[in-house]
């Protein structure tokens, strides 16, 4: 049985507090990665339409010796099938490349706002949910106004946001929205992608303080902020590292040293990015 704290979501199923990215592995490489993180203690694992490894992720969690019901699977919904009967069968396709009975969390991958066909999506991610399918509905990358629209036309709050979450972007604002709705942030690109913020003084004083590794620091940096991190990595002894979370504490001023930077993103921004 996995050790890793969990939370539990605005619709009461739960979800573990640490999960596995998958982007970019292919069908292979994830098929290995998923199956040996499971092995090692991994119960999140994370992919999407548009990453092209489902089939992979899907056989490595069938290969783990870890029961179906201990695994929460993630997958999301490309912007190219926006709108209530493709996302019905977009689902299905999905679920039919993973090889399972039911997914336990779906995504909306993006919101297009200039497409406007979200509110659609989410009212067919809600029949899954209702049939399910599904076991949690959620979202990436929307923000809070987007959020208050899934809200007010359907009244039905995602469980989950997945956001792009690190210390030079800590999303303080949107983090209280989620709060104040019951909303678990998830972080993706937690270690700041293609920054230097592994080789930051502040990360690397309190690497040495708690006798851990930079990646350590900033993964316990999201679990002090109630985020949930599933960083990917494709060696075995990084994700046992990355998991290694549960067992320090970074003080109040840690915690903010490590985010006392200049803020920007490293990805998209939601009102403009297009991803289908």
């Known amino acids: ?16 507090a640490f999960g596995l990215g998958t982007w970019p592995m292919d069908d292979t490489q994830a098929e290995r990665e998923v199956r040996d993180a499971l092995e090692t203690g991994y119960r999140l694992v994370d992919t999407a339409t548009n990453y092209r490894n489902e089939t992979g992720v ?10 179906r019901e201990e ?76 959020i208050e629209r899934l809200e007010k036309e359907t009244g039905v709050l995602p469980s989950v946001n997945q956001i792009e979450l690190h210390p030079f972007f800590p999303q303080d604002e949107l ?17 700041g992608r293609g920054t230097a913020l592994l080789d930051d003084p502040a990360v690397a004083a309190a690497a040495e303080a708690h006798g851990v590794t930079p990646g350590q620091v900033v993964l316990r940096w999201h679990i002090q902020l109630g985020a949930l991190p599933i960083p990917k990595s494709a060696n075995a002894e990084r994700r046992r590292q990355n998991l290694d979370v549960f067992g320090f504490e970074l003080s109040p001023a840690q915690v903010e040293a490590i985010a006392d930077r200049p803020h920007r993103r490293v990805g998209g921004d939601p009102e403009t990015h297009e991803e289908f």
Request: proline share 6%; hydrophobic share 40%; no cysteine.
């Open 71 to 146: 695994v929460v699977v993630t997958t999301k919904l490309p912007g190219r099938h926006h709108g209530y009967e493709k996302t019905l069968a977009s689902f299905e396709e999905s679920r039919a490349r993973l090889g399972l009975d039911y997914v336990d969390l779906y995504l909306i991958h993006w919101p297009l706002p200039r497409v406007d066909r979200y509110v659609d999506s989410w009212k067919a991610m809600i029949k899954l949910r209702e049939e399910g399918l599904v076991r949690s509905i959620g979202v990436s990358n929307f923000t809070a106004g987007h």
């Open 175 to 191: 983090r209280a929205f989620h709060a104040g709705k019951g909303i678990v942030t998830e972080s993706w690109s937690p270690l």
């Open 58 to 67: 899907g056989r490595g969690v069938a290969a783990a010796s870890v029961p």
């Open 1 to 16: 049985m996995s050790s890793i704290p969990t939370y539990t979501l605005n619709d009461g199923t739960t979800i573990p």
